[in-house]
């Protein structure tokens, strides 16, 4: 009995601390807005071009597991992609999810009418290539839309 006993304490104990890793491989909504916050200043201070250069950097300090910043101009089209750079000059005005939301869209029409939002959707986790759903944290910043987003998968 007292062996069961172990045996099914040592398995949760083993749970616990994969969950706990788990969580931690992913970012959190205050961890994106902090980037966020981060990459608007960046762009203030050394121009949005150079700003650009470092978000497309993995090293540039603007990429952390799963969160990343994007950039995209007032027409929906891609600035800068942490995630993706296959996307970096790119319309995605017209881009909706996998559940056929043009979210593109309503970040454009958020960052337009509010500032600053979070806006819903699914997208590819970079990490795990897998599709997920996601929120990501948009801001106005002069003439562009900076955001990162939160995988929830």
């Given at each position: 009995?007292?062996?069961?006993?172990?045996s099914?304490?040592a398995?949760?104990?083993l749970?616990?601390?994969?969950?706990?890793?788990?969580?931690?491989?992913?970012?959190?909504?205050?961890?994106?807005?902090?980037?966020?916050?981060?990459?608007?200043?960046?762009?203030?201070?050394?121009?949005?071009e150079?700003?650009?250069?470092t978000?497309?950097d993995?090293?540039?300090?603007?990429?952390?597991?799963?969160?990343?910043?994007f950039?995209?101009?007032l027409?929906?089209?891609t600035?800068?992609?942490g995630?993706?750079k296959g996307?970096?000059?790119?319309?995605?005005?017209?881009?909706?999810?996998?559940?056929?939301?043009?979210f593109?869209?309503?970040m454009?029409?958020?960052?337009?009418?509010?500032?600053?939002?979070?806006?819903?959707?699914?997208?590819?986790?970079p990490?795990?290539?897998k599709?997920?759903?996601k929120?990501?944290?948009v801001?106005?910043?002069?003439k562009?839309?900076?955001?990162?987003?939160?995988?929830?998968?």
């Amino acid at each position: 009995m007292k062996r069961i006993l172990t045996s099914i304490l040592a398995m949760l104990a083993l749970f616990a601390v994969h969950a706990t890793a788990s969580a931690q491989s992913r970012g959190t909504p205050d961890e994106a807005k902090a980037m966020v916050a981060k990459a608007a200043a960046l762009i203030g201070s050394a121009g949005a071009e150079k700003a650009f250069a470092t978000f497309n950097d993995p090293a540039g300090g603007f990429v952390d597991r799963d969160l990343y910043v994007f950039v995209l101009d007032l027409d929906g089209n891609t600035m800068a992609h942490g995630g993706n750079k296959g996307l970096i000059g790119r319309s995605l005005i017209n881009l909706k999810d996998a559940d056929g939301k043009a979210f593109v869209h309503e970040m454009i029409a958020i960052s337009n009418t509010k500032g600053e939002g979070w806006v819903d959707y699914t997208w590819v986790n970079p990490t795990n290539k897998k599709i997920e759903p996601k929120s990501s944290l948009v801001k106005k910043v002069d003439k562009f839309i900076v955001g990162v987003g939160v995988y929830k998968g």
